[in-house]
């Protein structure tokens, strides 16, 4: 196997990696638990929530402060979040620098999906604002499998996907996963793919398990990949 040849598909979380969105679903949130009365810090969200999809985090901060929310409330709060959400998407430009360049150089050799807790609306309303629809083969969203990061589900699925979409026999040695978080990379980790951190939500020392640490995705490059993949 040539370096040049080794990397064959490349799946992406969405939040804290393609966009910029992590603070825009911390003041969703915050928000949301404002209308009830609640108040939830950054610390509390960053150290805690942030690797959950949306219902996941609304159920651990029940857990966490005994809250008695029945199933419909917090199918409620979900969409209340949703709507707060979508007004900030809707006023903000939430791409990171160099993302969109990294994605389109590379749909242009390897299959590119997406695995994340976010919802696929909220995905996609992004994803085709940019331009970048044709350069996503799949997305795996909040609800698509039964258990969400850290669980490898998310993963195993996205590549499955990948496959059936390509009709390639992707190793998932040979395809990378690109996160933010310990969560994500567990689940990566899980799903037996290569992983690469990026330190938009946490520090290098805080992603355990990533085999390659960069800022973001301008900092990395297809030949880095290929090199992750022949070693």
Same mark, same amino acid.
């Given at each position: 196997m040539t370096a040049a040849r080794a990397l064959q598909a490349i799946i992406l979380d969405f939040d804290g990696v393609i966009a910029d969105s992590e603070p825009l679903h911390l003041r969703?949130?915050?928000?949301?638990?404002?209308?009830h009365g609640l108040a939830?810090?950054?610390?509390?969200?960053?150290?805690?929530?942030l690797g959950y999809d949306d219902?996941?985090?609304?159920?651990?901060?029940?857990r966490d402060r005994s809250l008695a929310w029945s199933a419909a409330e917090l199918k409620a709060?979900?969409?209340?979040?949703?709507?707060?959400?979508?007004t900030m998407l809707q006023n903000s430009s939430v791409l990171f620098p160099g993302a969109a360049e990294f994605i389109r150089s590379s749909a242009a050799e390897v299959p590119i999906g997406i695995a994340s807790g976010a919802m696929k609306h909220e995905i996609l309303q992004?994803?085709?604002?940019?331009?970048?629809?044709?350069?996503?083969?799949?997305? $795996? &969203?909040?609800? *698509?499998?039964?258990?969400?990061?850290? !669980?490898?589900?998310?993963?195993? @699925?996205?590549?499955?996907?990948?496959r059936e979409r390509t009709g390639l026999?992707?190793?998932?040695?040979?395809? $990378? &996963?690109?996160? *933010?978080?310990?969560?994500?990379?567990? !689940?990566?980790?899980?799903?037996? @793919?290569?992983c690469v951190g990026v330190t938009s939500?946490?520090?290098?020392?805080?992603?355990p398990g990533a085999e390659l640490v960069v800022g973001g995705?301008?900092?990395?490059?297809?030949?880095?990949?290929?090199?992750?993949?022949?070693?």
């Open positions: 969703a949130f915050q928000a949301t638990l404002a209308d939830l810090s950054a610390d509390q969200y960053y150290s805690r929530y219902l996941g985090m609304l159920e651990a901060l029940a709060l979900v969409a209340e979040k949703g709507v707060h959400l979508q992004v994803i085709q604002a940019a331009g970048l629809g044709p350069c996503i083969a799949l997305v $795996v &969203a909040a609800g *698509d499998t039964p258990e969400s990061k850290p !669980s490898p589900a998310p993963y195993r @699925l996205a590549l499955e996907g990948l026999d992707l190793d998932a040695r040979r395809s $990378v &996963a690109v996160e *933010d978080s310990r969560w994500g990379l567990a !689940s990566a980790s899980g799903a037996g @793919l290569r939500s946490y520090p290098a020392e805080e992603l995705l301008a900092d990395l490059t297809l030949d880095m990949l290929h090199q992750l993949c022949s070693s």
